[in-house]
């Protein structure tokens, strides 16, 4: 099966209409392993690719894929947000100065004594962000 079939598979998995843009965007996050991707370099990489795409298209499937189970967000402050691959349970490091996202090795992060949620609400995930940068000394 090609990689265009997979894609459109994987996208009515996650019930979404695999639209022309929907599976290209797709086969440029996910062809090239997990990865942690900003709205803009996903802009840049579909340009490089000759896919014909708006920031408003590209911004609006990150978000579609996020809500459907396709991606997991990480908010680095209010004016950042990447999207990761792995949507699996691990944490990050963000580092400040070339404003990467890279993944933290599994094990040495436990979060524990979290309070009981709101009443009706139920704790969907924890996300640990180390921020990091070039020692200043």
Do not use: C, W
């Not at 996208?11 to 062809?31: C, D, H, N, Y």
């Amino acid at each position: 099966m090609n990689q265009t079939l997979d894609m459109e598979a994987r996208l009515r998995e996650a019930k979404l209409r695999p639209t022309r843009q929907r599976v290209a965007l797709a086969e440029l996050m996910f062809s090239k392993g997990d990865r942690h991707l900003s709205a803009e370099k996903l802009y840049d990489e579909a340009r490089e690719a000759g896919v014909a795409v708006s920031l408003a298209t590209i911004y609006n499937t990150l978000h579609q894929f996020t809500d459907n189970g396709l991606l997991r967000a990480i908010s680095i402050d209010s004016s950042k947000t990447y999207f990761d691959t792995n949507t699996g349970n691990h944490h990050h490091f963000f580092l400040e100065d070339s404003e990467e996202v890279v993944d933290m090795p599994d094990g040495y992060v436990t979060v524990g004594n979290l309070p009981e949620p709101p009443e009706g609400m139920e704790i969907s995930s924890v996300d640990v962000i180390v921020r990091v940068r070039n020692n200043r000394s």
